[in-house]
């Protein structure tokens, strides 16, 4: 089985500072992962994700991951951030080999990130 | 397009009572799966789907039962609401076919169990 870390629960920032929110996970297997962000209220949604090829991933508002295979890990970061970036951010993985259940993710338990004006 | 809708969105059960929280998609997708959200633990995944008429265990299964009759529906039904199970619950689908993993995740239904 899978598992993630995320090494902070709460990470406070000054607006257009620079961010990186940590995951490490554990697996014997290969693995698919992923940033979800959850806003207030609202159900998870897919931030960015790794797959193959690059290790370096990155979404289309500004956020970027890098695969570290060596380390396990797969960090999130932002060079600038914007108070609309307050959310809470899960980091994911899932076994990448056809044989397993696709789809079955395992979460971290979450980083809240706050970003102040 | 709807994606995934989940119903009710919040609700306050007794001690005891029974309930079911609906879910539906209307993807098409195979994969179907349910978590709950507690402060601090993440996302835990109760049971999922991969596809009608199967259904498994995940993480947290203990007081929970699952169906899935049709490739749209799986609902969650609590037979006997404990505190415990007090929770925020998300119902989430994927295509079974895609390799990817990427979950598409309801509203989130809240649940109170006094």
């Known amino acids: 089985a899978q598992s993630v870390t995320q090494l902070d629960s709460q990470v406070p920032v000054f607006e257009e500072a620079p961010v990186e929110l940590r995951c490490n996970y554990s697996?014997?297997?290969?693995?698919?992962l992923f940033w979800y962000v959850q806003y207030p209220n609202q159900g998870l949604q897919l931030l960015l994700k790794y797959l193959s090829g690059s290790t370096l991933v990155k979404s289309i508002n500004g956020f970027e991951a890098e695969f570290n295979k060596s380390q396990t890990s797969f960090h999130l970061r932002k060079p600038s951030v914007h108070i609309s970036d307050t959310a809470e951010y899960f980091c994911?993985?899932?076994?990448?080999?056809?044989?397993?259940?696709?789809?079955?993710?395992?979460f971290g338990r979450g980083t809240q990130l706050t970003v102040w004006p | 397009n709807a994606g995934v809708t989940q119903t009710p969105k919040f609700q306050v059960l007794k001690t005891g009572q029974s309930m079911t929280l609906q879910c539906a998609q209307d993807m098409n997708h195979e994969y179907m799966s349910w978590y709950r959200q507690d402060p601090g633990m993440g996302l835990r995944l109760i049971h999922y789907?991969?596809?009608?008429?199967?259904?498994d265990q995940g993480e947290v299964p203990n007081g929970y039962n699952v169906s899935r009759s049709t490739t749209e529906d799986f609902p969650l039904r609590l037979l006997s609401a404990a505190p415990s199970q007090t929770s925020v619950y998300f119902c989430?689908?994927?295509?079974?076919?895609?390799?990817?993993?990427?979950?598409?995740f309801g509203e989130g239904s809240r649940l109170t169990v006094l």
């Open positions: 697996s014997s297997v290969s693995v698919y």
């Open positions: 989430a689908s994927s295509r079974q076919g895609s390799n990817t993993g990427e979950l598409f």
């Open positions: 994911a993985v899932t076994q990448s080999d056809r044989g397993s259940t696709l789809g079955r993710l395992y």
């Open positions: 789907s991969v596809g009608a008429g199967i259904t």
